[in-house]
């Protein structure tokens, strides 16, 4: 009985160091190159030519990305990074709006696999609105939204910019952008809601949109206001940000399901305030609903957590803010463009490089996720320098929680850009 006792203490222990070592191997290898997506990580659409704006990643892991001058460009690629062919005509849709020129910005997936794409429309370089479009899961535009499978919201403003777009419960898409041109010294943000089928939400705003701002009453920009990201979090409220261009100040709004500015964030439902961060980029809500702003300062990426209530959540990073750095050598070639926050709370940041895709990953408390790539920093490029990667579209997590980065692929000494997929393991 004790040599039984002592061989299965044994094998208890042996199995205990095989889990370990697993266990320790699968953290050593987060935010390396995923080899079992594209070619060693890498996937490259050639088809499609154009600079990505905006990706996600659906339930099934399919990844969708939009781009395009003039008109929508979709695509989607099947979970190993190779296009669909099933998808339109040979992995790519184009969507036209009349003879104005369109401009995707955000692309959402629903549940059931529809793909429903956001941007600006101008009739001319003075007059621009939201856009729309809904395809099936095939790549057809569906015809029951909107006008043929389109909408367009216009504003009393004429001129809208920086498109966002975000899904809400019973299928409502919400809209916010910029509502002023550059030099006009305003900070208005543009909100609309539509139903599923494309037609404006009447509980929303004033018959379907609204218009407000950041800026305190009788406050303005030196140059001009622009909104950076859009996000809703799990009460369908609406948390947009942005930035002051001219002095750099940054500003974040929450709005009620309504439309009404959320009077219990900060007292009047906007946060003007130094957050130590130079200019924003991109905005994260996790399941606590706390409000991750991102941006840029010097050879930093910075994130600032606030609560619920708008107040700077001290208990994450130093004092309410996580900083990852960069060589000083990198400030003008490294941005930051997009963030995602995984499903263990962690925050992923990515932008692009002078010499690729670059990444950032911190833990849920905001410290520097030092297991991930190299003291948390991944740097993604071509291995044999035949092409170079440029991050300016998206980052996205899938239920795997492996990191997406979608942006362009240029060939060395060659004209013309095409779309990259990079998957890195989490």
Same mark, same amino acid.
């Given at each position: ?133 809904? +395809?099936?899961?095939? %790549?057809? &535009?569906? !015809?029951? $939204? /909107?006008? #043929? *499978?389109? =909408?367009?919201?216009? @504003? ?37 809601? +539509?139903?599923?089928? %494309?037609? &404006?939400? !009447?509980? $929303? /705003?004033? #018959? *379907?949109? =609204?218009?407000?701002? @950041? ?51 900060? *007292? ?159």
């Amino acid at each position: 009985m004790q040599t039984n006792a002592r061989r299965i203490g044994s094998w208890a222990v042996a199995l205990l160091a095989v889990l370990t070592t697993a266990a320790l191997a699968h953290a050593a290898s987060a935010g390396h190159l995923d080899r079992s997506f594209g070619h060693d990580g890498i996937a490259v659409v050639p088809r499609f030519d154009v600079s990505a704006s905006s990706g996600a990643v659906g339930a099934h892991n399919r990844i969708v990305a939009v781009g395009g001058h003039g008109v929508f460009k979709v695509t989607r690629a099947l979970p190993d990074g190779h296009i669909d062919p099933d998808f339109g005509s040979r992995g790519v849709v184009t969507v036209r709006f009349g003879s104005n020129e369109a401009h995707p910005t955000s692309v959402a997936i629903t549940r059931f696999g529809g793909i429903i794409v956001a941007g600006t429309v101008c009739s001319d370089s003075r007059t621009c609105h939201f856009g729309v479009a809904r +395809l099936h899961a095939s %790549g057809d &535009l569906n !015809p029951n $939204f /909107g006008d #043929g *499978g389109t =909408t367009e919201i216009n @504003f009393p403003k004429p001129y809208i910019r920086n498109t966002s777009m975000a899904l809400g419960s019973g299928g409502r898409i919400v809209l916010a952008g910029s509502n002023a041109q550059y030099n006009a010294h305003e900070w208005d943000i543009a909100l609309a809601a +539509l139903r599923s089928k %494309g037609s &404006l939400d !009447p509980r $929303f /705003g004033h #018959g *379907g949109k =609204t218009v407000s701002s @950041f800026a305190p009453p009788g406050d303005y920009c030196p140059r001009a206001g622009l909104i950076t990201a859009m996000a809703l979090d799990s009460r369908d409220r609406i948390v947009v940000d942005g930035e002051c261009m001219g002095n750099g100040r940054p500003g974040v709004a929450r709005f009620k399901p309504s439309g009404e500015l959320d009077p219990s964030f900060s *007292g009047n439902g906007v946060v003007n305030r130094d957050l130590g961060i130079l200019r924003t980029e991109a905005l994260a809500v996790d399941k606590r609903n706390r409000i991750d702003v991102m941006g840029s300062t010097g050879h930093f990426w910075v994130v600032s957590r606030l609560r619920t209530d708008g107040g700077l959540d001290r208990s994450f990073g130093k004092k309410g803010r996580a900083k990852a750095s960069w060589s000083k050598r990198s400030d003008s070639s490294i941005h930051l463009r997009s963030g995602a926050v995984d499903s263990r709370g962690r925050i992923i940041v990515g932008g692009s490089h002078s010499s690729g895709f670059a990444f950032v990953r911190f833990k849920p408390n905001g410290h520097l996720n030092r297991r991930f790539g190299r003291r948390g920093h991944v740097m993604v490029k071509d291995p044999n320098r035949n092409f170079h990667l440029n991050l300016t579209g998206a980052v996205a997590v899938d239920k795997h929680d492996r990191i997406l980065g979608v942006g362009t692929q240029r060939r060395v000494h060659h004209s013309g850009t095409h779309l990259a997929l990079v998957r890195l393991l989490g």
